[in-house]
């Protein structure tokens, strides 16, 4: 089952940032102490910064404006808009006037969260000539967020697109847009949003994160892309595994039409160890997989393993279950009777299939590294028939005594073209096995 995702609706940590650096503009004011006559602001100039280009701010109007910013600092927000309130009153602004009141304003906006007040008025202060690039875009950035904190995610979206063609650049805002489109109910936009950061973070040697891949493979999902949602799924389980995501994966190769039956015990041999076998039929039909295959040692092993866990001796099966234990553990006793006499035999066959079955028998009682010889001479001596899944045998032992190497080295023989339904599915999910930590 996939895991639903819920976004997050933090907004950017620019935005203390930003507020700190709208309210910073107003120390251009006259000293605190207002002069009987006040300065005049010269005219407005060209420059990025008023205060750099000599710009000057009247004391009755800055003196307050001040007051707020420390205010604002302090978090005492309605002292702050008193004090707006005030320099506000003061007639015949000038334009540069103008513009500082605008952005402490929309500093007291984005403080209160009140985003339609923020866009409003950084769109009034970027109407002159002195924001900043940096400083444009950082207030795009913050009205975006605003607006999404806001769920207001139509116009979250019109300002992200705002920030981006200005230049902005923060990962944030882009994982802000895509979840602005899945919250909004655009699936679709959200997901090729998200194949797009993605894209950018893999090309950039970057581990995408987990909330952009849970949201992938759900907007997948959403829109009935079987493949897409497998393979945002298949990212998950490489990046970020997990019981239930391995479960989610190899579902989905359970349910591939023309699974081959050949594959199908490898399939469960691949879920003992990524996902878990979690109900008593993923025991017994292992196990009585294993047994006609020729290997009852394995089913031995694994039947054992679910009356062990509590998952199978009880319940309207019990009576059936035990007659396939009987069964198996019949067999399993005469495999280990035998199991010398029949690995000196079949060294003296041409085909190394029967060697590589008493190899894997040896391992499964246990003798690892003399199995593991057994079967890798087998592979070389050559098998006929169902070599797949003999080397998919040998992956999983290697595995299992952590010779990732030699494991990587056999898979990477596997998988060709035309090869039966599932075999390349196999390969994949043993690779992505084998790089988990």
């Known amino acids: 089952m996939i ?3 819920r976004p997050s609706r933090r907004v950017p940590a620019t935005l203390a940032a930003l507020t700190l650096g709208v309210l910073g503009l107003c120390s251009s004011a006259q000293s605190a102490a207002p002069d009987p006559e006040p300065a005049q602001a010269p005219a407005p100039g060209s420059s990025a910064a008023g205060a750099a280009a000599g710009l000057t701010v009247r ?12 205010l604002l600092g302090e978090k005492k927000n309605q ?16 334009p540069y006037e ?28 970027g109407s002159g000539p002195w924001f900043t690039k940096a400083e444009r875009v950082a207030s795009l950035q913050a009205v975006a967020a605003l607006y999404y904190n806001a769920k207001n995610y139509a116009n979250a979206l019109i300002w992200v697109e705002r920030y981006l063609q200005a230049g902005g650049n923060d990962p944030g805002m882009l994982t802000l847009r895509a979840q602005s489109f899945y919250l909004k109910g655009d699936y679709a936009s ?28 759900d907007s997948r999902g959403r829109v009935h892309d079987e493949a897409g949602q497998t393979q945002a799924l298949e990212l998950l389980v490489e990046h970020y595994p997990d019981q239930a995501r391995w479960q989610s ?3 989905r ?46 089913a031995n092993t694994i039947i054992e393993q679910g009356y062990a866990a509590g998952l199978i001796g009880s319940g ?59 079967m890798e001479q087998a592979l070389a001596r050559g098998i006929a028939r169902h070599g797949e899944s003999a080397k998919l045998r040998l992956v999983a032992a290697y595995a299992k005594v952590k010779e990732i190497d030699k494991a990587k080295r056999l898979l990477a023989t596997l998988g060709e073209p035309n090869a039966l339904v599932g075999l390349q599915d196999l390969v994949r999910y043993w690779g992505l096995f084998l790089r988990q930590p």
């Open 3 to 5: 895991q639903k995702s």
């Open 59 to 70: 004391a009755e109007i800055g003196v307050p404006l001040q007051d707020a910013q420390r």
């Open 79 to 94: 002292e702050a808009a008193e004090k707006i309130q005030a320099a506000e009153a003061v007639a015949a602004k000038t």
């Open 98 to 125: 103008l513009h500082i009141l605008a952005r402490v304003k929309g500093a007291l906006a984005v403080a209160t969260g009140d985003a339609d007040l923020a866009a409003q008025q950084f769109e009034s202060a």
């Open 190 to 217: 959200a997901a090729n949003a998200l194949t797009e950061e993605i894209g950018k973070a893999k090309a950039a040697g970057q581990k995408p994160t987990e909330i952009q891949l849970r949201l992938l493979a």
């Open 249 to 251: 994966v190899l579902a």
């Open 253 to 298: 190769l359970w349910s591939k039409p023309m699974l081959a039956p050949s594959l199908q015990l490898d399939v469960f041999r691949l879920q003992r160890v990524a996902a878990g076998l979690l109900e008593a039929s993923d025991y017994t039909d292992m196990a009585e997989m294993a047994l006609q295959s020729g290997s009852a040692i394995e």
């Open 316 to 374: 309207p099966k019990a009576a059936e279950a035990g007659r396939l234990r009987a069964k198996i553990a019949k067999a399993a006793a005469e495999d280990r009777d035998t199991l010398e006499k029949d690995v000196a035999r079949a060294k003296n066959l041409a085909d190394g299939l029967a060697m590589f079955n008493y190899g894997f028998n040896l391992f499964q009682i246990g003798q690892t590294e003399r199995g593991i010889g057994q």
